[in-house]
């Protein structure tokens, strides 16, 4: 069976970054050496997914120059131009795909395994499976009523919550409204997460491996030391 597109959002501006993404965009920032979209990319192919669509956008020259200089994977480029939403940018790519994708971002390096996310996907009548993983909250969570009466108190409960791996059906394009595309911000992601919720047309994929990402300067050094114990290098590097 045909694998189908990995679909990496790689166009934002990483501006809690600055200044190191003042030169280059948050994708091609290094972690252990390569840039974070390059590890990604790598990890992916490994495991047998090599036809990629990436949707750039800021300094997204720099992403092309950087990978026209590798031969093994197969990547299509969309532009949607600096300012547009994840939804835009999604929604952009749709003349490029036959089928269902595998959408990831340009900033999280994570050791799923894509198959059993795909079995897991195609035994529902899901338009998108998202994969989600669990956080132990640091505090007691506490229920309100509007009369200030406590109906539940949680002792540092574990909360579920969306990695930003998903599957999205190509069906599930004919539901991007004009209406959500000029949502301002990333509000129309949402909406049309919610839009599919409604439907009963979206589930869930539990992963608990690793999971790198990085928004700030302080994550980005405990990102660095995770990655140094853990290697994922493999035939299919240049």
Not at 222 to 229: E, G, L, P, T, W
Request: glycine content about 6%; overall charge positive.
């Amino acid at each position: 069976m045909k694998t189908p597109k990995i679909v990496i959002l790689c166009g934002g501006k990483g501006v809690r970054l600055k200044p190191i993404t003042n030169d280059i965009p948050k994708p091609l920032v290094e972690i252990d050496g390569k840039p974070i979209l390059h590890q990604a990319v790598n990890l992916y192919s490994n495991k047998g997914f090599n036809d990629f669509i990436f949707c750039i956008g800021y300094k997204g020259s720099l992403i092309k120059n950087y990978f026209n200089k590798f031969s093994n994977y197969n990547i299509q480029y969309s532009d949607s131009g600096e300012e547009a939403t994840m939804l835009k940018r999604i929604y952009d790519i749709k003349d490029l795909i036959e089928d269902k994708i595998i959408v990831a971002y340009g900033d999280t390096y994570a050791d799923i395994d894509f198959k059993k996310l795909l079995e897991s996907h195609n035994s529902s009548d899901a338009l998108m499976t998202i994969v989600a993983s669990s956080v132990q909250s640091p505090f007691g969570l506490i229920n309100i009523k509007k009369d200030n009466k406590i109906i539940e108190f949680k002792e540092k409960p574990k909360l579920n919550y969306y990695m930003g791996y998903s599957i999205i059906e190509k069906e599930a394009f004919n539901y991007i409204t004009k209406d959500l595309l000029n949502t301002k911000g990333e509000e129309g992601w949402t909406l049309f997460f919610q839009k599919i919720i409604s439907m009963g047309k979206m589930r869930a994929y539990y992963h608990e491996g690793l999971n790198i990402t990085f928004n700030t300067h302080s994550q980005k050094k405990i990102a660095d030391n995770i990655f140094k114990y853990y290697t994922y290098w493999g035939e299919n590097e240049e």
